[in-house]
């Protein structure tokens, strides 16, 4: 009768309080996404583009148990550490557009060598045109490093999410004075949970 009783309690306070809900995480932000996105997978010729798959939870969590979130369901950082090997991601947003991924600052540890990366972005509205990436490798064989890629011809799906742009990738070795450029267009497909 008590279980009962308590049961019922707390489905009135669900229906009478429509306020309450679960918490909804918004990850797909940091690769430009928005809405109840499943997956995203990317087609693209970005070297420093290492995983091209990324997979969501129905409420909006990356599919991972190591990023943290801040109250408003964006992701704010990861932190690992199993000693030989670190690894520690901060993200920022606007202040005005608090959707709008800013800077992301990463560090790595691996043995002696230690990388740092400092990411920023820039926008037209809420459509990233310039990602200028600053990254300086510590340790046995130290180097710096300046990538700036610039995006346009954007196309778009039925939820706003871009599926294909233009890239011109420009990058230079700040050690050596090396430089690379490169032009190709990348595409992704995103599914949504129902």
């Given at each position: 009768?008590?279980?009962?009783?308590?049961?019922?309690?707390?489905?009135?306070?669900?229906?009478?309080c429509?306020?309450?809900?679960?918490?909804?995480?918004?990850?797909?932000?940091l690769?430009?996404?928005?809405?109840n996105?499943?997956?995203?997978?990317?087609?693209?010729?970005?070297?420093?583009?290492?995983?091209?798959?990324?997979?969501?939870?129905?409420?909006?969590?990356?599919?991972?148990?190591?990023?943290?979130?801040?109250?408003?369901?964006?992701?704010?950082?990861?932190?690992?550490n199993?000693?030989?090997v670190?690894?520690?991601?901060?993200?920022?947003?606007?202040?005005?557009?608090?959707?709008?991924?800013?800077?992301v600052?990463?560090?790595?540890?691996?043995?002696?060598?230690?990388?740092?990366?400092?990411?920023?972005?820039?926008?037209?509205?809420?459509?990233?045109?310039?990602?200028?990436?600053?990254?300086?490798?510590?340790?046995?064989?130290?180097?710096?490093?300046?990538?700036?890629?610039?995006?346009?011809n954007?196309?778009?799906?039925?939820?706003?999410?871009?599926?294909?742009?233009?890239?011109?990738?420009?990058?230079?070795?700040?050690?050596?004075?090396?430089?690379?450029?490169?032009?190709?267009?990348?595409?992704?497909?995103l599914?949504?949970?129902?």
């Amino acid at each position: 009768m008590i279980r009962i009783n308590v049961i019922t309690l707390f489905l009135s306070i669900l229906v009478l309080c429509p306020g309450i809900k679960a918490q909804d995480y918004k990850a797909a932000s940091l690769w430009d996404a928005n809405g109840n996105v499943k997956e995203i997978k990317y087609k693209t010729k970005d070297p420093l583009m290492k995983k091209k798959k990324m997979k969501f939870e129905k409420d909006g969590k990356l599919k991972s148990n190591v990023m943290t979130y801040d109250d408003n369901g964006y992701p704010c950082g990861i932190d690992m550490n199993f000693g030989v090997v670190a690894f520690s991601v901060k993200f920022t947003y606007s202040s005005s557009k608090p959707h709008l991924l800013e800077n992301v600052v990463m560090d790595t540890k691996v043995r002696n060598d230690y990388n740092s990366y400092d990411i920023t972005f820039s926008y037209e509205g809420d459509v990233p045109v310039k990602r200028v990436i600053n990254a300086q490798k510590k340790g046995d064989d130290p180097a710096s490093f300046e990538w700036t890629n610039i995006f346009s011809n954007y196309k778009f799906d039925s939820k706003g999410n871009w599926i294909s742009r233009d890239v011109e990738m420009k990058g230079r070795n700040l050690t050596d004075s090396t430089t690379k450029e490169s032009s190709y267009t990348e595409t992704r497909e995103l599914t949504y949970w129902q």
